[in-house]
């Protein structure tokens, strides 16, 4: 008799927004008429921008000839890309990352997912407070968790951040061995200045804490003094992995391609306390269990680097971001709790009358046709708070805040 990993069965029935989904179908089965507009998952609506296109299209007339095909690529990725990463995205801002210290991939979700992989089970796990979930599940899935006990997680150090704290995670009392952070945030849509980081970084190296830095919405930047990788405080290449995705950048949720940058010098420690290269095994990892992402979606990456394809998706984040400041200004003229918005895709708001996140989704999706994400879906500190994504299109933006706007909530 086999025996499957019992962590599984520790999981809430299903992953967060799936849940959203299910509900959000459901109530358009028992109201087909209503015009839903969908600001739950943060997934894009614009379509990829022709730079990227064109890109692709040469890729596919490429796998198309013998003399051009591709078949397996390197598991890192191809150094096409990977060269253009470490100069656009590092290398114009001051910032020492070669090459061959990022890795390309899928997606961030995955690599966040997978890099637990090359930790121990004992270490003890910091999220801030609410959080994407995929970095508690899949703690909970690698054992790292503990039990679930009122709601939190036993083994797991939550950091709070809500309105309270202005959103600014304190130190742990507690030592924490891998801390999560997600800058611009997801959920909240809130950032940290780079004093705020540095004093991260600082912990880090001060307990041989491991970083892990999720810069998925960096995109999404324009205040001066909003880091754009945790590289740009000193120290970090010795505690910090960080993990970018095009998904929010570029539009590729569909087509699929990030990458995770581990620096030459971060170090693990064995049980018996021996020094190992955390490059050396995550490429380990990513050679035994991943072939790499397709080579027509890093010749798109790619793209993303050119000039052309610079301004277009620029164009692009500057659209989203138009929509996430009617909703800020629009839900605040509304009478609402507003924070976020500002160098993020995420608004995140209070909910009326300190009202329960699942009543508030459901007030909104009931009243507004508006649908949302429950912060309490995120951790027990997003209690009390609903996100919006600012990825739908400018016109449904405006008639959502218009639709919240003209609704009372008692
Ligand atoms: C979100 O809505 O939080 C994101 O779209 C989820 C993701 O990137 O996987």
């Not at 299903?14 to 959000?24: C, G, H, N, P």
């Not at 614009?46 to 051009?68: F, G, R, T, Y």
């Not at 990513?286 to 052309?308: L, W």
Request: aromatic residues 12%; glycine residues 8%.
């Amino acid at each position: 008799m086999f025996h499957i990993n019992d962590n599984f069965c520790k999981l809430a029935e299903s992953y967060l927004f799936s849940e959203v989904a299910r509900r959000i179908n459901a109530f358009k089965d028992a109201h087909p008429d209503a015009e839903i507009i969908r600001m739950g998952i943060g997934d894009v609506t614009k379509p990829l921008c022709p730079a990227v296109i064109a890109a692709m299209h040469d890729a596919v007339e490429e796998e198309a000839d013998a003399a051009s095909f591709h078949g397996y690529g390197p598991e890192q990725g191809y150094a096409f890309l990977r060269e253009a990463i470490a100069e656009n995205d590092y290398h114009l801002r001051g910032i020492d990352i070669s090459a061959d210290e990022i890795f390309v991939s899928d997606g961030a979700k995955s690599d966040t997912g997978n890099i637990g992989d090359i930790l121990a089970r004992g270490n003890r796990v910091a999220v801030t407070d609410p959080v994407y979930p995929v970095y508690v599940d899949t703690n909970v899935m690698g054992g790292r968790a503990g039990e679930k006990i009122n709601g939190s997680w036993d083994r797991i150090i939550y950091l709070p951040v809500t309105a309270e704290n202005g959103f600014v995670p304190a130190l742990p009392s507690e030592v924490a061995d891998v801390i999560y952070l997600c800058y611009p945030n997801n959920p909240t849509g809130t950032t940290l200045t780079r004093d705020q980081l540095k004093v991260w970084v600082d912990y880090a190296l001060k307990h041989g804490s491991l970083i892990l830095y999720d810069s998925a919405y960096e995109a999404f930047i324009r205040e001066d003094d909003v880091p754009h990788s945790i590289y740009e405080i000193e120290g970090a290449r010795k505690v910090a992995i960080e993990f970018r995705s095009f998904s929010k950048t570029a539009g590729f949720t569909g087509v699929r391609c990030a990458y995770t940058v581990v620096p030459k010098e971060l170090k693990g420690y064995t049980a018996d306390g021996k020094e190992i290269s955390m490059h050396h095994l995550w490429n380990r990892r990513q050679c035994t269990k991943f072939n790499g992402a397709s080579y027509v979606s890093q010749r798109g990456a790619a793209a993303i680097y050119t000039p052309e394809g610079k301004a277009q998706t620029r164009e692009v984040v500057d659209y989203y971001l138009r929509n996430a400041e009617v909703l800020r200004k629009g839900l605040i003229e509304a009478g609402l709790e507003v924070f976020g918005g500002v160098n993020a895709p995420y608004v995140w708001i209070k909910t009326p009358d300190d009202m329960d996140s699942w009543r508030f989704f459901d007030m909104l999706l009931e009243r507004c046709h508006v649908a949302g994400t429950p912060g309490s879906g995120f951790g027990p500190s997003g209690e009390g708070y609903i996100r919006l994504t600012a990825f739908n299109t400018y016109e449904n933006t405006v008639e959502a805040v218009k639709r919240i706007g003209a609704t009372r909530f008692d």
